[in-house]
């Protein structure tokens, strides 16, 4: 089985591409997701023993957590340190359940894949990108966004370009949708030609090679 790692800074993409693969019947584990469900239940009671009043009716107040952390590196490691290993149990769940149905190909998507070096823990990487003019636009677009808030954001993420730099596969969200499904079905083939082979992080550009143009 192949794993897929699909990963692209705030704005480039990444959820459109995942709905892509998802639609030609890909599993894919959404790291954010997960977070969301385990502070509605597992990690909840745990953020609250840490940090108390910030969990209503047994869900966890995200901004009243992030109030808490937000700029205090000691506090934002214990959240890490809670929450890192549950999501982490619920991808192997979806790995061993992916694997006992045979699927030939899987996707994680995480958005700070190679922030916190979830590249290891894949066989290929996909960054989604555009120019930062066009990320700039959507993100700004999005109610409640301001360019402050969007810098902090940034300032938590790998530069696109190095986050490109470190790809096998690229996705410019930025050409439009026709030709991000063109992508993701050459990267899709790529991925799929490699199944049953002993491979694992090659150098960027090795898997890319059959699928086109980076």
Known sequence: MIVLGLTGSIGMGKSTTAAMLRARGVPVHDAD??????????????????FPGVVRDGVVDRPALAGRVVGD????ARVEAIVHPLVREAEAAFL????AAGRPV????VPLLFETGGE?????????????????ARVLGRPGMSE???RAILAKQMPDAEKRRR???LVDSS?????????VDGILRAASAMVGKTRRLQPPGDFAAAAGPR
């Open 167 to 169: 790809a096998h596969f």
């Open 175 to 183: 050409l439009g949708l026709e030709p991000a499904r063109r992508a």
């Open 33 to 50: 997701a997960t977070v969301h469900a385990l502070y509605a239940g597992a990690a909840a009671p745990l953020v609250e023993a840490a």
């Open 73 to 76: 590196a000691a506090a934002m």
């Open 106 to 109: 899987v996707v994680l998507d």
């Open 120 to 136: 290891r823990r894949v066989d290929a990487a996909i960054v989604v990108t555009a120019p930062a003019e066009v990320q700039a």
């Open 96 to 99: 061993a359940q992916a694997a």
């Open 148 to 150: 402050d808030r969007f």
